[in-house]
Each structure stands twice: as C-alpha cells, then as structure tokens.
C-alpha cells in the first residue's frame, strides 16, 4: 500500500487530503512544515509527496530543491499544492523538480486522479540502472549524467526528459507524450516548454546533443 506524506500548514485543506486520501486506500501522514517532514524522512520515505508551497519555516520550493539534491531522496513522486496560479510560478516548481501541479481551491476527485496517475508513472517505469548512448550515460542511481567520464550538470526535468529520450531510442515521442511523461499534466503553452527544454538539453549536451533529432510537426526522438 502506497504512503503519501502531506506537507501543508493550513489544517483544513489537510484533513481534506487525508481524508480524500485514506478513503482512496492509501496510507496518510501529515507534517505542518518543513523541517517535521525531513525529520520524518530520515526514518522512513514515502510513495508520494503532496507539498505546499507556501509554508511557515521555508516555502516548498526550497524544499523541493533540498529532496532533489540528496540522492536518497531525489526519485521521490511530487505534486506541488499551492494558490498561486501563475505560468512562470509553475514552471519554477517544474525546473526544479516537480512531477505535477495542482492548483487551490482543487475538487477531490481531481486530486485522486492525480496522485493515481503519478503512482502509475512511478511505479510502472521499470529502467536499468545505466542507459548509453554513444558518449552519453544517464545513471539513475546517482541521478546524473555523463559525456564520457565527465560530469554534465542538468536540471531535474532535463534528466527526465533526457532519459526518457533515450529509453525510447529509436521511437519518435510527440511534444504531448513528453509532456505527459515527463511533466505529468498540461497547461498552456505546453509545446513552447518542451521546445526551450530541449534546446536547453541540446546546449548542455555539446556535439554529443545532435543526437536529439526534431520530426517536423511531431516532436523528438534520439536516432
């Protein structure tokens, strides 16, 4: 059974999450800041993390930033849970990290759906611990990239959508499927997002990025 860790200081929209939650048949625990959910993390990780972003100690993008860092932690599914609503804030929350967004006020079932598809993406995804591909090595253990045996520093959606690239090698991947793969939800000017990550990936890349081809008015793929 799935636990889901509640990261969100206003006690009312918690007893909501849980309660939705514990009635969908997962397993809740709830922490009011961020500093009671490391606390927590140091005994036990959980399945999945709802954390708002607007918190007492230190706001939830900091936290996001803090779990993606440490490679203990780093593969953890998160659903950022915030008011703001905002493109630029979105985006901010997707660069560093986040797998999904949902927006308050949000209805239960929308906030079921969710977390069921984000589980399902998670748990399904079943890749060896290293992919290469010409002097290219994706390591999901220590969550990084090589071009031969040199380190290339990228964001965390540019290590996703970088693996994903090259578990499906081969295969021409739509903007939408990327999208829904690596970001795990929509919003407007959802295709430019894609296009600026995989312009950025290129660059990072060097002579190794030309490997990433665009099918016109489709999407991408790694030859």
């Not at 090595?137 to 970088?162: I, M, Q, R, S, Y």
Request: proline share 2%.
């Amino acid at each position: 059974m799935a636990t889901i860790y509640i990261v969100e200081d206003d006690v009312n929209i918690r007893e909501i999450e849980r309660y939705a939650l514990k009635n969908s048949g997962y397993e809740v625990e709830e922490f009011g800041s961020g500093a009671q959910l490391f606390a927590r993390m140091k005994k036990a990780l959980p399945s999945l993390l709802l954390l708002d972003i607007m918190l007492p100690d230190e706001n939830g993008l900091e936290i996001l930033s803090a779990i993606r860092a440490d490679k203990e932690t780093a593969g953890i599914p998160i659903i950022m849970v915030t008011a703001k609503t905002s493109e630029l804030d979105k985006v901010k929350g997707l660069d560093l990290g986040a797998d999904d967004y949902i927006t308050k006020p949000f209805g239960v079932m929308e906030l079921i759906s969710r977390v069921k598809a984000l589980l399902r993406r998670t748990q399904s995804a079943d890749i060896e611990a290293q992919i290469h591909h010409g002097d290219i090595t994706v390591d999901n253990d220590k969550h990084a990239v090589f071009l031969g045996d040199k380190p290339c520093e990228l964001t965390f959606k540019e290590f996703e959508l970088l693996k994903y690239l090259m578990v499906n090698k081969g295969i021409v991947l739509s903007r939408d499927k990327i999208m829904d793969q690596v970001w795990g939800f929509e919003y407007e000017g959802e295709s430019r997002t894609v296009d600026m990550h995989i312009k950025t990936l290129r660059q990072k890349l060097g002579a190794s990025g030309s490997c990433i081809k665009t099918v016109r008015n489709v999407g991408y793929m790694i030859e």
